[in-house]
């Protein structure tokens, strides 16, 4: 029997199509991201014929679990449907937030404080079965503190209003080739602005050496903490994170998790390979 399973982010997607038991037998795809807030049926269906279809040849997909961005609870069922009209044959099509997702792959079926810190950033208490507590993220625009795109909102914000050194705003455009007028336009005009910010990240990790961005890091993870995670009063769980933010700035993070009194629990790059853990038992 094969399984597919996805991980869906706001930037891309990672599948991977299990057709036997080791790891010759896995067919591994990456696609754009399906944000179904984001991205339209017409677009998920496209993608589904055009990237992911293809690649699994006559692998015969009996179940698919889809875990993604903006996949809540009243988006599931449209989700399933475009997944089924792909899968037709398969016996059991769910589509679940990718915090459900990072819960499975973080924590198993232990309980602990689940968290994505990515593009975009989420937490939850997870009693080993299901998501009892969620703090909403509210998205990049009113809240995702810790995410990449904050990250990039709050370098911007700074370089551009003095906080950080005139030189390092210099090295910055030379750097990402960009000015000023086409930073406004990316982030005011041209569609999803998260990912565009969520790619200074990469400016950022390798400036960590300036103290300014070094402190701007530790304020992103200690407010992502203290404004979601805190809420839960949940010292006595462990504290484990899932997300190329997490993954890459693990030091600055478990340096931050430590100050604030919380265990630390497992920081993945990617759910996926917990994800087919979970899905394997």
């Known amino acids: 029997m094969a399984i597919l399973i996805a991980d869906s982010g706001s930037t891309k997607t990672d599948w991977i199509c299990l057709t036997g038991d080791d790891e010759s037998t896995q067919i591994e795809v990456q696609t754009v991201g399906l944000n179904p807030f984001h991205v339209s049926d017409n677009e998920i269906r496209g993608v589904l014929a055009h990237d992911v279809l293809p690649q699994l040849g006559d692998s015969k997909v009996e179940a698919v679990y889809f875990y993604g961005s903006g996949v809540r609870p009243e988006v599931e069922g449209r989700v399933e449907g475009l997944l089924r009209e792909s899968f037709p044959d398969a016996k059991t099509v769910q589509a679940h937030s990718d915090l459900l997702g990072a819960c499975r792959a973080l924590c198993g079926d232990e309980a602990g404080i689940a968290c994505i810190l990515g593009t975009g950033a989420n937490s939850c208490v997870y009693d080993g079965k299901k998501i009892v507590h969620n703090t909403p993220a509210l998205g990049y625009i009113l809240g995702d503190e810790g995410s990449g795109a904050v990250l990039g909102k709050h370098l911007l914000h700074d370089l551009y209003t003095g906080v950080l050194p005139h030189n390092l705003r210099l090295t910055f455009e ?108």
Do not use: W
């Open 174 to 281: 030379k750097e990402m080739g960009l000015e000023l007028s086409e930073i406004i336009n990316k982030v005011y005009r041209e569609p999803q602005a998260n990912r565009f910010l969520a790619s200074l990240s990469e400016f950022i990790h390798r400036h960590l050496d300036e103290e300014g961005i070094r402190q701007m890091v530790y304020s992103t993870f200690s407010d992502f903490i203290n404004y979601h995670v805190s809420r839960y009063g949940r010292h006595d769980l462990p504290l484990s994170f899932v997300g190329s933010i997490a993954f890459y700035y693990q030091e600055q993070l478990q340096l931050i998790v430590q100050m604030l009194g919380y265990p630390m629990g497992t920081i993945l790059k990617s759910p996926l390979q917990g994800l087919v853990a979970y899905h394997s038992k």
